[in-house]
């Protein structure tokens, strides 16, 4: 299954990006999904979580309040809204859709993974 992911790019402190993931609708419409993302010579680390109908959501606490997760179940398609942009922000950003409906934030409990969109925040 594709997974793709587009949005990325480079922007300035204090600007904001929305990244989009889209999967064929029979695999994200019941699943849920999450962003992921990966610094330079640091591991992985998830950054938001949904669960398949939106109703449930997860942020780590270092993009909550800036960083919001959204999913459109007719479209297969996951949002990530990122405003309050840091340097620290910057990494490739992967989405993912989950094994089953509900949120998760274990990357083992992924099975499609996106190629991954460039995210660099300048300051």
């Known amino acids: 299954v594709q997974l793709q992911a587009s949005g990325g790019g480079l922007v300035q402190a204090g600007g904001s990006l929305r990244l989009s993931c889209t999967a064929a609708?029979?695999?994200?419409?019941?699943?849920?999904m999450g962003w992921f993302r990966q610094a330079p010579g640091k591991d992985r680390e998830i950054v938001a979580a949904i669960n398949w109908n939106g109703a449930n959501t997860y942020y780590a606490d270092s993009v909550k309040g800036r960083f919001t997760i959204s999913k459109d179940i007719a479209k297969g398609t996951a949002y990530l809204q990122m405003n309050s942009l840091k340097p620290e922000d910057t990494a490739v950003y992967y989405c993912a859709v989950g094994l089953g409906s509900y949120l998760n934030t274990e990357g083992s409990k992924y099975r499609y993974w996106g190629q991954g969109t460039l995210v660099t925040v300048s300051s």
């Open positions: 609708r029979r695999v994200s419409s019941n699943n849920g």
